[in-house]
Structure formats: C-alpha cells, structure tokens
C-alpha cells in the first residue's frame, strides 16, 4: 500500500514559540495536544496519542489503586471514561475488543480486577509498562516503532544500571523480552555486551 505523505509546514514552524517558554511548559504541553488535534490528519494524530497513553497509564493505574491523584490532563482519556471501562470490565461478558479503548488497557484492568497477573514476576506497574510497549511495537509506521522500541532499551539499560549499582536483582524489572533485556540479565561486563547496539553506552552508565 503506497504511504501518502502529510506535511505540515505552518505547525512546524510554530514549535519554537510552543517551547522556548519554559515556564508555561505544563500547560503549553496540553495547548499543543489540542492544536495537533486541531491540524493533524486524524490517522497521524493516532500516532501523538500513542505517546499520551503512557498518562492513562497513570491515571488508570492511580484509579485501580485509589490514590487520590487526580487523572493526567495530558492523558486521552477522562476519569469518567475510565470509571465506566472499568465497570464495565467487570462484567465478564464484555468483550475488551469492542470497547473503543485500547486493548492492552483493558487486558490490565481485567487482570488487576481478577488479581490474576499477566505477567506474574513483576509489579502490576511494570506489568502495565510492558503491555504498553507490547502495544507500541504494533504501530503501523516505523520510524514511531523504531522510536518507542529505542525509549524501552534505553529505560531498561538505566534501570539494569541502577540495579547493578544498588545490587539489586534486575530479572523482574525491566520491561519486554528481547536480545537486549537477555544481556542486561545475564551479562556481568560493564557494558552488559551491548555497546555495538548503544555507542553512547559509557556516556550513559557514567551518568547513573
């Protein structure tokens, strides 16, 4: 299928004005998700919404565990909406593929509600990060895949790093399962064997 290419010249060329006052940065970030919404074609404002759905992490995860944070307003979805997933999610009837809310969302909340874990070693918290990466390494585009793919390895060689650091056991703290997370498990050289994948690898472990 031929990708039809979108340009937005006139948004880019605002992004400065958006990030250079830094003292509006909380709520410049809210102002700019509606003006994406506002001027993306909805199939790439898809795309900025993969990167939102880490504050309905949040805010579902606040929910389930009734902290009093009140949900992210830099998440798509408001706290009346979550409520009414996870009522509904109660019901085992329902099916999570119907619902329009993402998938990975609702496979948690199902889990947390039945106390039955999906990924039984680690925390209902990395539990939900890894479902979440799961979902973004689905993305029909990818350069936004190789992206969210790079975050993941990234978050997990600070964390190997600190666990390391801390002697602490790394196996169920870090997120996803590939040739990365095996040597940050296994591997006891200092650049965990994966420097050739990361040559900025020494600048990173020197900052820990």
């Known amino acids: 299928m031929m990708m039809i290419k979108r340009e937005y010249h006139c948004l880019v060329a605002g992004l400065p004005a958006l990030?250079?006052?830094?003292?509006?940065?909380?709520?410049?970030?809210?102002?700019?998700?509606?003006?994406?919404?506002?001027?993306?074609?909805?199939?790439?404002?898809k795309l900025v919404e993969s990167y939102f759905l880490r504050y309905d992490n949040r805010s579902i995860y606040n929910i389930l565990t009734k902290k009093e944070d009140l949900p992210d307003p830099l998440g798509n979805y408001s706290r009346e909406l979550i409520e009414e997933i996870i009522v509904l999610l109660k019901d085992e009837d329902t099916d999570m593929n119907s619902?329009?809310?993402?998938?990975?969302?609702?496979?948690?909340?199902?889990?947390?509600?039945?106390?039955?874990?999906?990924?039984?070693?680690?925390?209902?918290?990395?539990?939900?990060?890894?479902?979440?990466?799961?979902?973004?390494?689905?993305?029909d585009n990818p350069f936004i895949r190789d992206w969210y793919g790079y975050e993941s390895d990234l978050?997990?060689?600070?964390?190997?790093?600190?666990?390391?650091?801390?002697?602490?056991?790394?196996?169920?703290?870090?997120?996803?399962?590939?040739?990365?997370?095996?040597?940050?498990?296994?591997?006891?050289?200092?650049?965990?064997?994966?420097?050739?994948?990361?040559?900025?690898?020494?600048?990173?472990?020197?900052?820990?």
């Open 19 to 45: 990030f250079f006052d830094t003292t509006r940065l909380a709520a410049t970030l809210v102002e700019w998700k509606e003006q994406l919404k506002d001027e993306l074609h909805p199939l790439d404002y």
């Open 99 to 139: 619902l329009d809310f993402p998938v990975y969302l609702s496979r948690f909340i199902r889990a947390f509600q039945s106390e039955t874990p999906v990924f039984p070693e680690k925390s209902w918290e990395n539990q939900l990060s890894q479902l979440y990466y799961k979902h973004l390494s689905t993305i």
């Open 155 to 208: 978050t997990n060689i600070i964390t190997a790093a600190n666990c390391r650091k801390h002697q602490l056991d790394v196996r169920n703290e870090l997120v996803g399962d590939n040739e990365i997370t095996e040597n940050l498990i296994r591997s006891s050289a200092r650049d965990f064997g994966i420097s050739n994948e990361f040559p900025l690898l020494e600048n990173i472990l020197r900052a820990v």
